[in-house]
C-alpha cells in the first residue's frame, strides 16, 4: 500500500453545512461522515438571554465533517472549504489534516485505495 490517503476534518458552523455538502459534492466527494459537535475557540462562547437573565454559552454548536480522500488533491478540498466557509471574522472554522495509514472496508476486506473505491452494481 503505497497510495497516499489523507482524512480531512472541516469544524464548520451548522449555518454553513448544506453549502459545504454541495460544494464538496461538485469536486467529487462522493462520501463523508458528518458530526454535531460542540467547542469553542478564542470567543470563548456568548451570552445569550433567556427570560431577561443573561446566560454565558461557552460551548458553540458546530458540525464537524470528515472526508478521506486519495485522488481528489488535498488542496482543492481545502481551497472548496476554505471558499465555502471564509468569511474573514472569527468563528469560521478550522480545518486539520491527517495522513491515514491504512483503510479497511470491512464487508469484503479490501484495504487501502481499494477500500475507497466504490463499484455501482
Known amino acids: 500500500m503505497n497510495e497516499k490517503i489523507t482524512k480531512i476534518d472541516i469544524i464548520a458552523p451548522p449555518s454553513k453545512f448544506e453549502d459545504l455538502k454541495d460544494a464538496l459534492n461538485k469536486i467529487g466527494i462522493s462520501g463523508m461522515t458528518v ?10 462562547g456568548h451570552k445569550e438571554y433567556y427570560r431577561g437573565t443573561a446566560v454565558d454559552i461557552k460551548l458553540l454548536m ?3 465533517v470528515e472526508v478521506v480522500v486519495c485522488e481528489i488533491p488535498v ?9 465555502v ?3 474573514g471574522k472569527m468563528g469560521d472554522g478550522k480545518i486539520f489534516i491527517y495522513d491515514v495509514v491504512n483503510v479497511i472496508r470491512i ?6 485505495r ?3 473505491q466504490y463499484e455501482d452494481k
Not at 35 to 44: I, R, Y
Not at 75 to 83: I, P, R
Open 85 to 87: 466557509l471564509q468569511t
Open 114 to 116: 481499494d477500500a475507497l
Open 62 to 64: 458546530n458540525v464537524k
Open 35 to 44: 458530526t454535531n459537535v460542540l467547542g469553542c475557540g478564542v470567543q470563548k
Open 107 to 112: 464487508s469484503n476486506g479490501a484495504e487501502g
Open 75 to 83: 488542496k482543492t478540498v481545502v481551497d472548496t472549504a476554505k471558499k
